[in-house]
């Protein structure tokens, strides 16, 4: 795909990362446009990556920017060679540190050597030793918000390397820390990078629920995976294509927090609103129109054709819903495409099962399958009745038996009578010798 010059403000994405993050993000656009955009992609992409010390990444991105005939960029390599040396160095110093804290066994210096040696990896860009060395910090923690942010860290690191079900399970650690309601801004990060991995594993419906949680204040370190406009996208998106109409109404239109970061994006806003409020149309081709901007996403690319087909499901069968008749010329109309075309869509839908109806090829119209509900109402008030004559019965059965002494108690699992005293012998009271006078 390649977008034109005139339709996408590469500095204003821009602007909503820093660091790693930022780099990854705008380089990812600059393979997917062309023109005055993805020289200034790849100039963005470079100053950030010079800002930082991941000098591979740097490097990358040059050679990429030449392949695509962008000679001006060329690589630093007394950059390249002073910011590996002073990184070596620092390395080494973060190594030796650690390695005097453990010999005087402090706990707190050696979960802080692990933690500016996780980010020093981090910055570097190899994210396994960094995962590894936010791990190692657990063992050294000491109150509930260490937990939390080795538990941040570790997210963080996981998702850098794709690894969801890392992420998905420090998450969960994470959130099991009773200090988390005091850090909204930390539950915010956990909600957004939950909510990605769920999307990386296509589970979409609870991707949206995550997503429908992130508290506003993620946009408070734009340094993080998941900037809030990234969170109303992905959550008005996964929503839209597996919530029902009450869950929607409860997670995404009554819900004031991710209101909040809705306002963020507002076409996003409006086409949640317009597809809420029926108006199919509308919310089709806001969502038709923002296509080519949704496909820059580094993390949405790949599941954007199925999150559409899915919207476009859920927004016929809400539309046929309410009908028992309904010509397909006012389905097309609505949905702005041809008879011939929803026709093929509908007959889709019943086939699979999400739409009980029929379709009149002749005339062109729709027959909902209605139920007799005279007939279903009736057979319940039978089947509830015949229960309830069995609940009575056995009732009366078992009055009569304790009336009559006619009850077998079992004996408790706990104080078990012997097998050879299951049959006792009792007393005949005919062959009791009688008493005395």
């Not at 959550?235 to 004031?256: D, S, Y």
């Not at 319940?380 to 019965?393: D, H, M, P």
């Amino acid at each position: 795909m390649a977008m034109e010059d005139d339709a996408l403000d590469v500095e204003a994405l821009a602007s909503r990362y820093a660091g790693a993050a930022k780099v990854e993000r705008i380089a990812h656009v600059a393979h997917l446009v062309r023109g005055r955009n993805q020289q200034e992609a790849f100039r963005l992409a470079l100053e950030e990556a010079r800002a930082g010390t991941n000098t591979t990444s740097y490097v990358d991105l040059v050679g990429q920017a030449n392949e695509r005939g962008w000679k001006e960029f060329q690589v630093d390599s007394e950059w390249v060679e002073a910011t590996d040396r002073k990184a070596q160095q620092k390395q080494e110093k973060l190594e030796r540190e650690l390695a005097g804290y453990k010999t005087n066994l402090i706990k707190e210096s050696i979960r802080m050597g692990h933690t500016d040696l996780g980010e020093f990896f981090y910055e570097r860009g190899d994210y396994m030793d960094a995962f590894r060395s936010y791990v190692r910090t657990r063992d050294y923690c000491t109150t509930g918000k260490h937990v939390l942010w080795t538990c941040l860290g570790a997210t963080k690191a996981a998702l850098a390397m794709g690894n969801a079900q890392h992420a998905i399970s420090y998450v969960q650690k994470g959130e099991a820390v009773p200090d988390l309601a005091n850090e909204p801004v930390v539950q915010a990060k956990f909600n957004a990078a939950a909510g990605l991995a769920q999307l990386m594993l296509r589970e979409y419906g609870m991707a949206a629920r995550r997503f429908c949680a992130v508290h506003p204040d993620l946009a408070q370190d734009p340094s993080w995976l998941v900037s809030p406009q990234d969170a109303a996208v992905y959550g008005a998106l996964c929503a839209l294509a597996f919530f029902g109409r009450e869950e929607m109404r409860k997670r995404c239109i009554e819900n004031v927090q991710f209101a909040q970061v809705l306002e963020h994006v507002p076409e996003i806003r409006e086409m949640l609103h317009g597809m809420f409020c029926n108006q199919h149309a509308q919310g089709l081709e806001i969502l038709d129109r923002l296509m080519p901007m949704l496909k820059l996403d580094k993390y949405l690319e790949e599941h954007l054709d199925t999150l559409q087909r899915e919207i476009r499901r859920c927004a016929l069968v809400s539309y046929t819903l309410p009908f028992s008749t309904l010509r397909l010329a006012s389905v097309a109309k609505a949905f702005r495409t041809d008879i011939a075309g929803i026709e093929a869509e509908l007959a889709g839908l019943i086939g699979d099962g999400q739409v009980l109806a029929r379709i009149d090829s002749a005339h062109k119209i729709l027959y909902a399958r209605r139920s007799d509900r005279r007939r279903l109402v009736f057979a319940q008030a039978l089947a509830n009745g015949r229960a309830q004559l069995e609940e009575c019965e056995s009732a009366l059965l078992r009055s009569s038996l304790q009336r009559h002494d006619d009850v077998c108690v079992h004996p408790s699992p706990i104080c078990r009578i012997p097998s050879t005293s299951l049959v006792h012998d009792f007393p005949n009271k005919a062959s009791q010798p009688a008493p005395s006078p």
